[in-house]
């Protein structure tokens, strides 16, 4: 199957910084979602990409299918943003999805 | 937006024992999966939740332990059989609609098994 790699596994920071998290996949992939886990465990859909680039506020995504990668980007972080993010992707359309390890993010007021 | 809803929010239960949580869309969706997160790790792919006919399991994940059933497009059960405390787990619903490529998830519920 299909292996995802994401990282830095943990991202420390102070409010206000930027970010850029990476997610590599091993092979083709017709769906590739970035997700945020708040800390009371909801799974937030941050972006659908499996290429080319969107942007949804103070965040950004990029996937570039041709070499297997996707970046999510946050700008001017807040404490809000506090959590894990995950990376999750799959080859086929009627597939479940292969998860990331995932990057632990931390913002510090 | 469709509200994807899941039942119970949280259980703590004995092992030997089983619990089914079930996982309701307010509207038909094409497909429905169910994940597992053991404490402080990623998500993984239990089963492809298929209306009308047998759940389609991953490697590692049987039907005896995890049986599946999706009786129509809106609602989907997951029953985790004879438990152990290995099991305690968020266990989550997701769901695709055929116009979309992309997965939503619902709540999930969080096991705790004693």
């Known amino acids: 199957g299909i292996q995802v790699e994401q990282s830095p596994p943990d991202l420390i920071l102070q409010e206000g910084a930027n970010s850029t998290l990476r997610c590599n996949f091993s092979?083709?992939?017709?769906?590739l979602q970035w997700f945020h886990q708040n800390p009371w465990g909801q799974l937030i859909n941050l972006f659908y990409?499996?290429?080319g680039t969107k942007q949804n506020g103070r965040l950004s995504a990029t996937t570039v299918a041709t070499e297997r990668y996707s970046l999510l980007y946050i700008s001017s972080s807040q404490t809000t943003d506090s959590g894990v993010y995950f990376c999750?992707?799959?080859?086929?359309?009627?597939?479940?999805?292969?998860f990331g390890k995932g990057t632990h993010l931390i913002i510090q007021p | 937006s469709a509200v994807i809803s899941q039942k119970p929010s949280r259980d703590i239960c004995q092992r030997g024992t089983s619990l089914t949580i079930q996982c309701q869309v307010d509207?038909?969706?094409?497909?429905m999966f169910w994940y597992r997160q053991q404490p402080g790790q990623s998500l993984t792919l239990i089963a492809t939740?298929?209306?009308?006919?047998?759940?389609?399991?991953e490697s590692g994940f049987v039907i005896d332990k995890f049986p599946i059933s999706r009786p129509n497009l809106t609602f989907s059960t997951l029953t985790v059989s004879n438990m152990s405390p290995e099991d305690s787990s968020i266990y989550l619903c997701?769901?695709?609609?055929?116009?979309?490529?992309?997965?939503?998830f619902g709540p999930g519920t969080r096991l705790t098994v004693l």
């Open positions: 997701s769901v695709e609609w055929a116009v979309y490529n992309e997965q939503f």
């Open positions: 939740a298929n209306q009308g006919s047998e759940a389609t399991y």
């Open positions: 999750a992707v799959s080859g086929g359309g009627a597939d479940g999805l292969t």
């Open positions: 509207s038909q969706v094409t497909m």
């Open positions: 990409i499996p290429s």
């Open positions: 092979d083709s992939v017709n769906n």
